[in-house]
């Protein structure tokens, strides 16, 4: 998904496709953009990659906070959890049967973070800034969600935006 929202910066407006600009703010709660076209049915292989500012306030909000989610119903996404961590979170997923976490913290300070979540037959895995940091193998049937992939929050059951991110996709 690439946006050309303009962002306001200190230094300006920053609008260069491929530079710091061509992102989305995330600053309000219960604030994110239903990505419709995009549903995830299980049986094919997806990746879905964004780099992500995070906002100073994120790490004081007490609460999950997505980046890319249709978790509410089933589906997966990927989340800044209460303990301030990284995190692949997935109604739909079934029983993790095995699984690696090296997830890092929150790093408020560290400006860029490239994210990158993979789910491919019955494992999903979570890269960030190029490393593998989590990693979930499940068995069972993967569980769609009703709802469309939602960028900057995850869909509550009839598609409105909860437990918003803060900062930059």
């Known amino acids: 998904v690439q946006s050309n929202a303009i962002v306001p910066?200190?230094?300006?407006?920053?609008?260069?496709?491929?530079?710091?600009?061509?992102?989305?703010l995330f600053d309000k709660?219960?604030?994110?953009?239903?990505?419709?076209t995009l549903r995830f049915d299980g049986k094919t292989p997806l990746t879905i990659e964004a780099w992500v500012t995070p906002d100073q306030k994120l790490s004081t909000l007490g609460r999950n906070s997505y980046v890319v989610a249709d978790v509410e119903t089933g589906g997966l996404g990927v989340r800044v959890g209460m303990d301030n961590k990284w995190a692949i979170d997935?109604?739909?997923l079934g029983k993790p049967v095995?699984?690696?976490d090296d997830a890092p913290h929150l790093d408020v300070k560290n400006n860029k973070t490239h994210l990158a979540l993979?789910?491919?037959n019955n494992k999903a895995s979570l890269f960030i800034d190029g490393k593998l940091v989590q990693e979930k193998e499940y068995s069972g049937n993967?569980?769609?969600s009703t709802q469309s992939f939602m960028l900057g929050a995850q869909p509550t059951g009839i598609g409105t935006p909860e437990q918003s991110f803060c900062g930059l996709i």
Do not use: Y
């Open 9 to 24: 910066s200190s230094s300006g407006t920053r609008t260069d496709i491929g530079r710091t600009g061509n992102a989305l």
């Open 29 to 36: 709660e219960n604030c994110g953009v239903a990505l419709n």
């Open 90 to 92: 997935g109604n739909g």
């Open 98 to 100: 095995t699984q690696k």
């Open 118 to 120: 993979v789910r491919d």
């Open 142 to 144: 993967f569980k769609p």
